[in-house]
């Protein structure tokens, strides 16, 4: 039986233990760029080929009362669609895309204007298509037991302001002495204008994002999301490593009595809760080397943000709320296209 006065007595040491595993066990492999840009060129390529047929296969699960009256639309909803995924990889506007339309082939046929363009990110058959093409692809791998890696990040609706300096920021803001109360709520009110939240559950084995969600609000409620659209996926989570902003007992009790959670306990964390947080605590404690190698796995989630920004711009130009989260999610379904050819 673990203690309160075991466990505050580790949490000291605990700082010295992460920096010596780091010493001895944490190994910087050089990135080989050549073999990178040849991989990442055949993936898009194998996304591209696949777009299409995804898209399709999205429609189709979807059961549309047919309409008798008002003009048809100029462009299907699955174009559409297909348009909004093309302007996020090129990060065009919505009016340099109307414009530049008749320069990519697979849209010959269709000739609409930039607010129809930003109209189709608040179309709920878009969204809906949007939100299908995310299951198919996870189906698709076939995967449905994983070992997750889970992390949050914030896309700028502003040129001027960058995510993760303003985080870093508010980091500081929120341990220095100095700062007053009043300040840490602007920088929160300020981060909730600024930002939209995304976060992704990872596979560990494919890298496919199994588990995406996006909000305004915070960046917990984007990874509510992203646990409603596991489970719409079917998979479930052996093992699952979060950062320290999610090691309360809350998160232990989120997944299933058998998935392991990899959480380092904030300061002032107790061993009082349910089983599950009981069991991660003795986890740390008693096998701290071992547990950190697991939990540090969780890199690979700040790799794939970092990919996904590079790929598709840190940037989301709309201004409403439902073409905001529209937006975040063609950039979570752009990572798993581009990882649907691999193995």
Known sequence: MITNRQLEDFKKELDIIIDLYKKEFSTKKPTDWKAYEKQWSQRLRTALKEIKSVINQAE?????????FGRPPKAEAKQKVLILLAKDLVQFSGRKMADLLPLFSLFDDVDISYKTIERSYSNPLVRMIIHNMFVILVERKGITQADLTGDGTGYSLTITKHYRSMREKAGEAAK??????????QTKQDSKRLFTYAFALMDLDSHMYVGYGASLRSEKAAFKAALEIMRECGVKAKSVRLDQYYAGQSTATAFDKNTAVYVIPKSNATIRGSYAWK???????????????????REHSESGFSADKRCDGWKIGQRREDRIETATMCKGLWHNLLWLGTT
């Open 60 to 68: 189709k699960r979807i059961t549309i009362k047919p309409k008798h």
């Open 176 to 185: 220095s002495n100095e700062a007053k109360p009043e300040a840490k709520q």
């Open 279 to 297: 069991d991660i605590i003795r986890d740390l404690m008693y096998y701290p080397f071992l547990f950190l190698s697991e939990y540090f796995r």
